[in-house]
């Protein structure tokens, strides 16, 4: 792992899903051993399909969700082939990132 200003390097994968979509993202998060991972729901947005507002609507599986994970890079691989899969026929972004963190330990 790459060590800089005492941190350590991992991946962090961001995803805004519909609220249907939720659970299979989660499970991915699972699939390949993240520890935990951030669920934000009701985001706001501007994107192919149109303007999100952040309001329910009906239920939570009305309004999109952003959600986040870290995890080590050599997991990245096997989550982000997952996404792309299910992401391929359904709206949703997918965005990955290089991060450091002060504690790895939680993420390994």
């Known amino acids: ?39 934000v729901s009701n985001v706001s947005g501007l994107g192919h399909s149109g303007q999100h507002q952040g309001r329910l609507l009906f239920n939570d599986r009305s309004s999109l969700t952003y ?13 982000l082939d997952g996404l792309r899969e299910l992401l391929s026929d359904r709206s949703g972004v997918m965005l990955v ?8 330990e939680y993420f390994r």
């Open 97 to 104: 990132s290089d991060t450091w963190v002060s504690r790895p």
């Open 1 to 39: 792992m790459d060590e800089t200003w005492g941190l350590t390097q991992m991946t962090k994968v961001e995803v805004v899903a519909n609220g249907d979509d939720v659970a299979a993202v989660t499970g991915l998060f699972t699939e390949v051993g993240a520890r935990g991972f951030t669920a």
């Open 67 to 79: 959600l986040t994970v870290v995890l080590p890079p050599e997991r990245a691989g096997v989550l």
